[in-house]
């Protein structure tokens, strides 16, 4: 192998590993949480999708924000509008929702306001009720 062959083999792998990072490859991914839409009072986006994303995950999560005032959000994983939200639902109840089957506490970060266990459990039953719509 020439010099330049293994040059370019060096930089594929590091480009592979990188963009495995950035993809969330070596993320950890939480467990869904099996939770269902309750049949009476069912959480909404405006009765409490929209206060719960506000208050803990849109300082990061925010299609209007670039940078370091992200917080580290990658880019595109934006929560500021119901359409948004919709797209993430099954990475939202991995990374942060309570369920029968799992408690995720991925999300928010060490160091940022994050919900409560009741609101982590209500999180979980919004997204069953979300997806079934």
């Known amino acids: 192998m020439t010099r330049a062959a293994s040059v370019a083999a060096v ?6 590993t990188l963009g495995a990072a950035a993809c969330g490859g070596s ?22 999708g929209m206060q719960l994303v506000e ?4 300082s990061c999560h925010d299609s209007a924000k670039t940078g370091t005032q ?3 959000a990658p880019l595109t994983i934006d929560f500021d509008t119901l359409s948004l939200l919709r797209m993430w639902t099954s990475q939202i ?3 942060a929702a309570f369920g029968p ?7 928010p ?4 306001p994050a919900p409560t266990d009741d ?3 209500i999180l979980g039953e919004y997204i069953a009720c979300e997806v079934a719509n």
Do not use: H, W
């Not at 089957?101 to 999300?107: D, G, I, K, S, V």
């Open 11 to 16: 930089v594929a792998t590091v480009i592979a």
């Open 27 to 48: 993320e950890p991914q939480g467990v869904f949480t099996q939770s269902v839409c309750p049949p009476v009072d069912p959480p909404t986006y405006a009765s409490f």
């Open 55 to 58: 208050r803990y995950c849109t």
């Open 70 to 72: 992200r917080g580290g």
């Open 93 to 95: 109840d991995k990374q």
């Open 101 to 107: 089957a799992a408690e995720n506490q991925l999300m």
């Open 109 to 112: 970060p060490a160091g940022k």
């Open 119 to 121: 609101e982590r459990r």
